[in-house]
């Protein structure tokens, strides 16, 4: 399906990705089109949300398994 496609296209990712964007293509705007394609697949706030409790998942844990040190 578009899924195998779009893998297969990033394969040789180093090599063809100069050449294939356009010059007018700024990075900005690259980032943004990578966002765009994953807002197709899950919504945008699912994706933060899930990142967010990561994060504060692992922020916990470290913060509780290290203890504090006051000087």
């Known amino acids: 399906g578009l899924l195998h496609v779009l893998f297969i296209s990033s394969l040789p990712q180093h090599a063809a990705l100069p050449l294939s964007l356009p010059l007018s293509v700024t990075h900005c705007g690259f980032l943004e089109y990578m966002f765009g394609l994953l807002n197709s697949w899950c919504s945008a706030s699912q994706l933060l ?15 509780s398994c290290k203890p504090l040190v006051v000087i």
Do not use: D, I
Request: hydrophobic share 65%; proline share 0%; no cysteine.
């Open 49 to 63: 949300l899930a990142l967010t409790q990561t994060a504060t998942n692992w922020l916990l844990l470290f913060v």
